[in-house]
């Protein structure tokens, strides 16, 4: 079993950060840690870096979710709950056993940002060096209001704003758990909903954060609301690929 985190409690978001190692650095044995889904998915990439960085990534959560359930990472099973707005079966990820315990996952370029929490979560990260065309672009899925507001910004701040505006977007619609996948429409009261808290989240340089926490997550029985004690740590990728090591043993390799 690997050594367990310290426990997420009500009122606690924890929050983790890995840089991915360049690539090649321990990918073959990271992909251990992967279930078969998973590996196959991947496989499916065409690009080689692109392949690395989200072996890395899915190899880090299972490390995480194994230190908190005290079981291996390759033997957590991840599992899908359904699409509140669809029934479809790509709702919100959760581990089988996590006993309350849920948790997001993002990732941009070679950074990667995990979430913990007693309740739905949801987070997302994106890099500075998008540019200003790809923001425009995709300004253009926001409603009609807050495009305005970022048109009449001076140019220099209007790439800050949109990365702000669009990453709190989709770490709420990964929250509720419909995800892009039903536009972005659900999101637009995301910042006047009382059933959940939208937090900037430090990361390093180059890149902008947040996360959405469902006030459930916040809340201790018996007590109101508290406000939500953020704790943030560093993964190393040394231990995300050490962690993989009793895998390639046990497979004789």
């Known amino acids: 079993m690997t050594t367990p985190y310290p426990p ?35 496989a ?14 899915h190899a ?35 581990a089988a ?13 070679d950074g990667v940002l995990y979430a913990f929490a007693r309740g739905p979560v949801g987070v997302d990260v994106e890099s500075d060096a998008v540019t200003a065309r790809t923001a425009r672009t995709v300004a253009g899925l926001l409603p009609a209001a807050r495009r305005r507001a970022l048109d009449a910004l001076p140019e220099p701040e209007r ?17 509720i758990g419909t995800g892009l996948a039903h536009g972005i429409g659900a999101a637009q009261g995301a910042s006047a909903d009382p059933a959940w808290h939208l937090m900037d989240l430090a990361v390093p340089e180059g890149f902008t954060a947040a996360a959405a926490v469902s006030e459930r997550a916040s809340a201790v029985a018996g007590s109101p609301p508290a406000r939500l004690r953020v704790r943030t740590r ?20």
């Not at 606690?12 to 998973?38: F, I, M, N, S």
């Not at 309350?100 to 996952?105: K, P």
């Open 8 to 42: 997420v409690r009500p009122g606690e978001l924890h929050v983790w950060w890995l840089t991915v190692p360049p690539a090649g650095t321990g990918t073959k044995t990271a992909a251990r840690l992967l279930d078969p889904q998973q590996r196959e998915r991947v």
């Open 44 to 57: 499916r990439l065409k690009r080689p870096l692109h392949r690395h960085r989200k072996i890395m990534a």
């Open 60 to 94: 880090g959560l299972r490390v995480l979710l194994a230190g908190h359930l005290g079981t291996l990472p390759s033997e957590v099973r991840l599992r899908r709950a359904v699409c509140p707005a669809c029934g479809g079966p790509h709702g919100r990820p959760y």
């Open 97 to 109: 056993g996590g006993h309350g315990l849920e948790f997001s996952m993002a990732h941009a370029g």
């Open 159 to 175: 790439l800050r704003a949109f990365l702000g505006c669009w990453v709190r977007t989709e770490a709420y619609l990964k929250g």
């Open 234 to 253: 560093v993964l190393a990728s040394a231990s995300v690929i050490g962690a993989a090591e009793p895998a390639r043993t046990r497979e004789g390799r």
